[in-house]
């Protein structure tokens, strides 16, 4: 341990610390532009790139960025001397006269840390003016906007694209002045193997990184009466919305999610975790079909757009390894558009159906032409939270004053099992309490699988089934699952089921999710939340949901029949 003293402020900490760390024990706050650090999450960027967190050490004749710099024992430091905050607001100047100044129409606004650090430092002016650079600007994806005029060289982006998720994407590219970051060649994001994981969006302090805006088509669809709108909302939504309206990490807002999306002018309000518990049938229903039939194992979770698209680009040996389920969402889709267009008599070619969910990649995914039905799409729009915050406050909503109200009938009727797909480790959960019943025939008491769960980007269980004994692998971050597939390659897995989600934390730490400005604790809030919300359901197994069932009755027959095969399932390019 080492003692050093920040503003007259003495405290002792571990010696691998920096004087940033060393600032937030003490309570000083450093600001920081370009650092990142979710540490249990395993995303560090400490490029010490943007010097904002100058401080003056005493005894030093140079100022010394926080982040970068070592504590050593009664280290004496100041952060508030005339040299470092002047050395602080010129690096912000610094940027600032390279940056676009169109901040009242940018898609960042108010929720950018560049224009939130201008603020704090109290600039009002830009003293230096010269030359701007001037990028294209890259709008060929689905899902991301590349924007390299606002962007400021942090390099979080890269970290993410390359450290946590593997993906290789986006590296610096020309020298100098014209240093930008981009793919290789800087050739368009279309025409690369990105995921669209969002992994970079989710940490960009600016809008040099964002998801395609897809409001504009929803309200249009809500505006056009001969539209049945209808709309469906993703597990993750529910626990992380209401930051957006001040509210706590962690706070649950399914009741006012589903009001709101009412007084908007939804049709009908559904949720995905109707096809949640409709992917459990399905695909525990194929685990067991794989492990009694020396099928493939083990069987990956597919859920993940992201992951999907990674297996594909970077496994594409593996491809009949991931479950062929559809995702929730898509699974959602179809069935509004196949069993209940026909049960109410709506014409499938009159309905818009809109997902919102925490993820940027699922806006790609849906345009997945494999996953249409007679050539139409089973999701025709995908808007993220941070998207439909927007159309909350566009439409004037007062969120936090809505009632609690109930998502509609049938596909508004879910369990807990569903609920916790928001989370790492929730989805083979879910199926881990849907498998042991159908096995046992006994109901299952203990349904909460401590073992499963937590942050640990790589984590395993074994689950014991009617004498069988399951091993379960659960991978978040694409880097982690990368691991487990090369295990598989090598013949060295020992697994029978492994979740995968790209996202470090599962959905609720997805591409597009409310900013978390690199503080972890605010995706292990919602993951709590997901847990609360999974406990305070009357049913919490899939195969219990009476709506679900209903509809196999009805339409489907049983899990795994010829006609889900047809609808709910799809197969994977490599
Ligand atoms: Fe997820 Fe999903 S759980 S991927 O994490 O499976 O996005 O929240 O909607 O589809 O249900 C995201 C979240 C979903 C899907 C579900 C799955
Ligand atoms: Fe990399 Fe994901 Fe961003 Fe694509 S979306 S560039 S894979 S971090």
Redesign the pocket.
């Known amino acids: 341990k080492v003692t050093v003293t920040i503003n007259d402020k003495e405290v002792t900490v571990p010696r691998e610390y920096t004087i940033l760390n060393a600032a937030v024990e003490a309570g000083v706050k450093i600001p920081t532009l370009c650092h990142l650090d979710l540490h249990d999450l395993k995303m560090v960027n400490r490029t010490a790139s943007c010097r904002v967190c100058m401080v003056d050490v005493e005894g030093s004749p140079r100022l010394a960025p926080a982040c970068a710099t070592p504590v050593n024992d009664g280290m004496n430091i100041r952060t508030d001397t005339m040299k470092a905050i002047t050395a602080r607001r010129l690096s912000v100047e610094l940027l600032l006269s390279n940056h676009p100044t169109d901040c009242l129409v940018c898609q960042k606004n108010l929720q950018c840390e560049l224009q939130a650090l201008a603020h704090e430092l109290g600039i009002r002016e830009i003293h230096y003016s010269g030359e701007r650079n001037s990028f294209h600007l890259d709008t060929s994806s689905q899902a991301v906007i590349k924007n390299q005029d606002k962007c400021i060289l942090c390099r979080r982006c890269e970290t993410a694209c390359n450290a946590v998720q593997t993906c290789g994407i986006l590296s610096a590219l020309n020298r100098g002045f014209e240093t930008t970051v981009g793919p290789a060649f800087n050739l368009p994001m279309v025409e690369t193997s990105c995921t669209y994981c969002g992994g970079c969006v989710a940490v960009c302090p600016t809008a040099a990184l964002t998801e395609v805006n897809h409001v504009p088509k929803v309200w249009e669809a809500l505006r056009n009466p001969k539209k049945y709108v209808v709309v469906q909302?993703?597990?993750?939504?529910r626990v992380a919305l209401g930051e957006l309206f001040g509210m706590k990490p962690g706070t649950i807002v399914t009741g006012k999610l589903a009001a709101g999306l009412r007084r908007i002018g939804f049709d009908k309000v559904f949720d995905?975790?109707f096809?949640?518990d409709v992917?459990i049938l399905e695909e525990a229903s194929e685990l067991l079909h794989r492990l009694e039939n020396g099928g493939t194992l083990p069987m990956l979770?597919s859920?993940?757009?992201a992951w999907v698209s990674f297996i594909e680009h970077q496994f594409p040996d593996l491809v009949d390894i991931p479950s062929s389920c559809k995702?929730?969402?898509?699974?959602?889709g179809t069935i509004i558009k196949t069993y209940y267009a026909e049960k109410h008599n709506i014409n499938p070619e009159d309905i818009t159906v809109v997902?919102i969910?925490?993820?940027v990649?699922?806006k790609a995914e849906a345009a997945r032409t494999e996953l249409s039905i007679d050539d139409h799409e089973n999701v025709d729009i995908v808007i993220t939270t941070r998207e439909l915050a927007m159309m909350f406050k566009e439409a004037g909503i007062d969120f936090d004053k809505l009632p609690d109200e109930d998502y509609d009938h049938p596909l508004g009727v879910t369990t807990g099992a569903?609920v916790i797909?928001?989370?790492t480790g929730?989805?083979i959960e879910a199926a881990v309490r849907t498998v042991h019943e159908w096995k046992t025939g006994e109901e299952l008491e203990q349904i909460e699988y401590e073992q499963l769960r937590g942050i640990e980007g790589l984590r395993e269980g074994k689950v014991q089934v009617n004498g069988m004994e399951l091993n379960i692998g659960i991978a978040h971050g694409l880097g982690n699952a990368r691991k487990l597939l090369e295990d598989i390659r090598n013949g060295q897995s020992q697994y029978h089921a492994i979740e995968i989600?790209a996202?470090p934390g599962?959905?609720?730490g997805?591409g597009?999710q409310p900013y978390h400005y690199g503080n972890e604790e605010v995706v292990k809030a919602r993951q709590k939340a997901i847990y609360q919300e999974d406990q305070r359901k009357n049913v919490r197994k899939s195969h219990l949901n009476k709506e679900v069932l209903k509809m196999y009755e009805e339409y489907f027959d049983k899990p795994y029949s010829e006609k889900a095969h047809k609808l709910l399932h799809t197969t994977y390019t490599p």
């Open positions: 909302t993703a597990p993750a939504i995905t975790d096809g949640a992917t979770t859920c993940c757009p995702s929730p969402h898509i699974m959602v997902s969910m925490p993820c990649a699922k569903s797909f928001g989370t929730g989805v989600m996202c599962g959905c609720i997805g597009g």
